[in-house]
């Protein structure tokens, strides 16, 4: 039987996840960018060739980004679900337990406690008396 660590505690699985929500990110960035710089240019009429062609292809590879990191995420989400149909191992019950018997015995623990507690008292108070 192999031993598998918990998803939870997966060092690959979390850095897919962080990848690919950093990925969204960065491309989201780029792309907004990008197509704000365009509209400014564009509109004030200050566009050079520059602006407008290299800075589509820029948002373009933003918008690639962006659908990585939703791709990524997706993958991330479909191992996690994955991993829940894997089997794990049963715990085997060794004996069961009498809750009833463990409530006696607790019962029963005072009543000795205090009835060697006098007898403790009284051999300490002997020596003290004779004195």
Not at 22 to 47: N, P, Q
Not at 59 to 78: N, P, S
Not at 112 to 126: K, M, R
Request: hydrophobic content about 50%; aromatic content about 4%; proline content about 5%.
């Amino acid at each position: 039987m192999s031993t598998r660590p918990r998803l939870i505690r997966s060092i690959p699985f979390w850095g897919l996840v962080v990848v690919s929500l950093a990925t969204v990110a960065g491309g989201w960035f780029i792309t907004t960018d990008k197509i704000a710089s365009m509209t400014t240019t564009l509109t004030d009429g200050t566009a050079t060739g520059v602006d407008v062609y290299v800075g589509q292809s820029i948002a373009q590879l933003g918008g690639i980004l962006i659908g990585a990191g939703i791709v990524g995420i997706l993958l991330a989400l479909g191992i996690a679900a994955l991993s829940t149909l894997r089997p794990h191992a049963q715990l085997e019950v060794v004996e069961p337990i009498d809750w009833d018997s463990e409530a006696e015995s607790i019962d029963a623990a005072p009543e000795s406690t205090e009835a060697a507690e006098p007898a403790a008292d009284a051999e300490v108070d002997a020596p003290v008396a004779s004195r």
